[in-house]
């Protein structure tokens, strides 16, 4: 009986949606403590795939139970669309979704001030989902933002509405009519409310209920530790805490309450949007993983960036999240190429840096320090025993074990939960 955070430890799409629903077997609860419908999980379920942007992927587990923490922030529009899929798919929702009624909610003025700051920043851009998420965010830091539980009486939801328009109007005006948004947004939440109304829950309570019960409970993160607005790689990030000291925040228990924390590493790195990017390769070998890995972004399509691991980084993912253990994925994208690379330090103006800086300015200019390592030419899809994998793979995980000071737990190696070679079984048992 346990509480496992689940995080990225790269720039996200590590493959968090395929761990979180291997794990999900022996969960009770699936909890979401972050980020909004910037993420998408893309989950193998039954041979049919899903991509879920909002709801936890333990939604697809009969009978599980999935909660969105807090410190979410949910566009009630992205939220029903992806309810009705649910639906449609023959997932029962009901009894089994529950909202934080302290989510901020994202409206469509989040999403437009999001495109024209990107638009205005020109080179400069983050390279955001355009979702909103950041302007929510603001929002909510900035003490205006509007909360579930404020969305439910139209009362209150009217005056806040109003007070943002009115804040915000001098930069709508330039994209937008507001008479039009104001009767958009009133007109959509009519139907929206439905909906969601019965879903809205005091998690906090929830959440600690079930915990104290000794229940199964994962809580996962969306996006990666090098996204997260205070450890990744700033400005270039998303605007809330992977990390998962975010968790806590994001569903409100304590730090006593958390049992262990996975963290997932593609083996190889990638990245979508914009922001340095050490080990990219703009070569034949970073064409083949994207074409290999399908890196091709779950909510925008956009091609990810691809390139060699870097160890640094995921040392500091290691740091950060404290973690112990890893899951790696996508090791059968490997398959073939020789000889491998991997970052174990940068090189930046002449120096050597071991660990990830926190300086905008260095980081943008630091060069990758390779050690190579032999492929292999075995096809590593369907191995389900560690024994079974090519030496020279194993030589792979355990060089990545001594850099990064995590153990490898669980590889991964296929979208099914049967691609999988499980090292450690306490995990998948929450035995911890
Ligand atoms: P935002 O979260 O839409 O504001 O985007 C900020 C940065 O985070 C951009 O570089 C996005 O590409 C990146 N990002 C947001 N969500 C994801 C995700 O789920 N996977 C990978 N990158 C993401």
Redesign the pocket.
Known sequence: MATLVVVGAQ???EGKGKVVHLLSEKADYIIRYQ?GN???HTVVFNGQEFVLHLVPSGILEPGKKCIIGSGVVVDPQALVEEIRFLEGKGIKIEGRLFISDACHIILPYHRWM?QLRETQQGKRR??????G??PAYADKVARVGIRMADFLSLRLFRELLERNLKEKAPLLRKVCKLSELRREILEKRKKQLPIIKDLVVDSAIMINRIVSQGRNVILES??GTL?DVDYGSYP????SNPVAGGACVGIGIGPTQIDRVLGVVKAYTTR????PFPTELSNSIGKLLQEKGKEF?A?TGRPRRCGWFDASIVRHAVRVNGLKSLVLTKLDVLDGIDPLKICVAYRYRGKLIREFPTGREIFKDCKPVYIELKGWKEKTKGIQKFNLLPQNAKRYLSKIESLVQAKVSIVSMGRSREETIVIDKDLIDFNF
Not at 272 to 275: A, K, N, P, Q, S
């Open positions: 720039w996200g799409d980020g910037n993420a998408g999001d983050i390279g955001t989902t355009r979702k998420i950041g969306a996006q996204l270039y990030v998303t605007s979508v949007g914009e922001g972004g909510t």
